[in-house]
């Protein structure tokens, strides 16, 4: 059977909205994107961050959640390489309102192709998935997809106001930011 993982990359978020205290809106984004992927079926879930944020991850993690030092998806894709998982998915920490199903969406080309990629609305991407035999990309939130990569289903980034105005209040999920910004 083939191991997976799914990553949520723990960097500090390039923007905060106005009168809301950066690392509040670091741990809220945290704790809603680690509860996703805890309750992801058929798949492991992690955290990964770099070392200075050690008390963040312990603040939301979930006890049997691997955690893995890195400070990009690089590094995190190659912890998961080297704990032995087949597939990994790394999820951007700023999209406390992604669906799960476009998790799903995000892993599903690996059947057939080595690289998956989820662009972000706005530019960038928001997720990165890869067969970990297949090699490892090394590629940051800011990068587009690579033309050899099976794009996937895009979605919102909370890394400026923008994508701030994009949150679907009708969505479940994203309890901690709903609670921080209400």
């Known amino acids: 059977m083939t191991s997976r993982c799914v ?8 923007w905060a909205p106005p009168g809301v205290d950066p690392e509040k809106w670091r741990a809220a984004l945290a704790e809603d994107m680690v509860d996703l992927v805890a309750g992801l079926a058929e798949t492991d879930a992690a955290v990964a961050a770099p070392p200075e944020a050690v008390d963040l991850v312990e603040a939301v993690r979930w006890p049997t959640m691997k955690v893995y030092s890195a400070t990009s998806p690089l590094q995190a894709l190659a912890a998961a390489a080297d704990d032995g998982y087949d597939l990994a998915a790394v999820l951007a920490a700023d999209a406390p309102d992604l669906p799960a199903m476009l998790v799903g969406k995000l892993l599903r080309p690996l059947s057939s192709r ?5 662009p972000a609305v706005g530019g960038g991407i928001y997720g990165i998935a890869a067969r970990l035999a297949g090699g490892i990309p090394d590629l940051d939130w800011s990068s587009e997809p690579p033309p050899e990569a099976a794009v996937t289903t895009p979605w919102h980034r909370l890394d400026s106001p923008a994508g701030f105005a994009r949150l679907d209040e009708a969505l479940e999920g994203w309890d901690a930011t709903r609670a921080l910004l209400s």
């Open 7 to 14: 990553i949520v990359l723990l960097t500090p978020p390039v």
């Open 114 to 118: 080595d690289l998956a990629v989820a």
